[in-house]
């Protein structure tokens, strides 16, 4: 039988969750005071009340911005929307405070390779409510999605292959940042998950035709896909990718000492060939990974993490609040005491340039300084993969991935 914990164990973790009780009072009162400003809640539900209205759905909505969700979250988003911005605001914001909470803790449960004592994974927690902070502040599904990634890794570990592609395919529905880890994460499972996780993404395009005749469902998929290739070359200055660093880099080179044209649109070429390559790399990272280790907690974390760091080096749209989809393993590789010889000081920088500067107030001082320090994010991604593949090959060699592990 295991032993209850005791009150001086207990101490740290209840320490953790009152910082996250913070967290979401101060959510929910800003959300009270000003539901309308500084938050996109207004372009979410926007889009659910141009759903049901039968209107363009990725119209501009000026003064605000584009709906860039899939079709499914107008739907999914519509009881927030019936509650208007302060109610529904607020249970929007505490529902992804939840849901990355609950990831956070299933991560710690059942992902994370090591033992840690209680001091260590309250203050794992306690890390992850300033980066969900950081992450719900605008109002943005990005705490959520990144939530429902964690909790389908935590599946993955515990073999519940089909509980694991549904909450995938939600994260996916939600928000499409999360595909590129989703897909890494099925080279765990590569002849049940893909095709799992294909028929749960089916069911949830299809469900919008439940709710409008599918003329007009198929006229907004179609607005979707346009609106997606409209934006793929589309920047703006809260980008934070490798491209970023390209363009820090060539001003340097030429002897300016300004901000790089942030808005510059990409239409390179070569950096399109790059993440391409590099998403190959990371897959058959991944694959090889599957053939060296047999402990499923310690396979999935390190996919899971590398999945996350490519996506902030060459995903699309990936800005300053979208960095809450790395803080979980960054957090993780902090605390980690088996890394890899000489990889403290890697991810320490890692996390010092991403948990501090990842913040606007932060930043801007900075940046406004040195505008060298726009490339800060990716660099610290950067040394973030050094350090994970100094623990791959510091981890023992294991017999080849067991069909029963994980997901089957």
């Known amino acids: 039988m295991t032993s209850l914990p005791s009150a001086r164990s207990a101490s740290p973790m209840r320490l953790a969750l009152c910082l996250w009780c913070v967290v979401a009072a101060v959510v929910s009162v800003r959300t009270l005071v000003v539901p309308e400003k500084h938050t996109i809640f207004p372009v979410l539900a926007g889009g659910t009340a141009h759903w049901w209205s039968d209107r363009p759905l990725y119209a501009d909505y000026a003064p605000l911005d584009y709906f860039r969700y899939p079709p499914f979250f107008a739907v999914g988003f519509t009881p927030f929307w019936v509650l208007g ?103 765990l499972r590569p002849r049940r ?41 589309a920047r703006w200055p809260g980008f934070r990718d490798a491209w970023t660093v390209w363009l ?35 897959l058959a990272w991944c694959l090889w990974r599957r053939r060296r280790i047999a402990e499923a907690r310690r396979l999935t974390t390190e996919v899971l993490a590398m999945g996350l760091a490519w996506l902030m080096l060459f995903g699309p ?59 800060a994010l990716p660099v610290g991604t950067t040394l973030f993969v050094l350090w994970l593949v100094g623990y791959g090959f510091a981890a023992p060699v294991g017999s080849r991935f067991k069909p029963g592990e994980p997901g089957a």
């Open 85 to 187: 911005p302060r109610c529904g605001g607020v249970l929007w914001g505490l529902l992804g405070i939840s849901v990355f909470l609950l990831g956070l803790w299933r991560f710690l449960r059942d992902v994370k390779p090591a033992c840690w004592n209680p001091a260590r994974e309250a203050v794992f927690l306690g890390l992850g409510a300033l980066a969900a902070l950081r992450g719900l502040w605008n109002g943005q599904s990005n705490a959520l999605a990144v939530g429902l990634l964690l909790l389908a890794a935590a599946a993955l570990v515990r073999r519940r292959g089909w509980t694991a592609a549904a909450v995938l395919a939600a994260s996916v529905l939600v928000k499409l940042t999360p595909l590129a880890p989703a897909l890494f994460l099925c080279a």
């Open 248 to 282: 820090v880099l060539r001003e340097t080179l030429h002897g300016r000492l300004s901000a790089p044209p942030l808005r510059e649109p990409l239409n390179s070429s070569v950096y399109r060939a790059a993440q391409l390559l590099t998403a190959a790399a990371v």
């Open 317 to 375: 749209a990936v800005e300053q609040a979208t960095y809450v989809f790395l803080t979980p393993v960054l957090t993780w590789a902090l605390l980690e005491r088996d890394g890899p010889p000489g990889g403290r000081r890697l991810v320490v920088s890692a996390f010092v340039l991403i948990m501090l500067l990842g913040w606007g107030f932060a930043a801007r001082p900075v940046t406004a300084a040195a505008p060298v320090m726009l490339a």
């Open 193 to 233: 998950l893909p095709i799992r996780l294909l028929l749960f993404l089916i069911v949830g395009l299809s469900l919008p035709f439940l709710t409008r005749p599918p003329r007009i469902v198929l006229d907004h998929y179609r607005e979707w896909a346009a609106q997606c290739g409209h934006l793929g070359g």
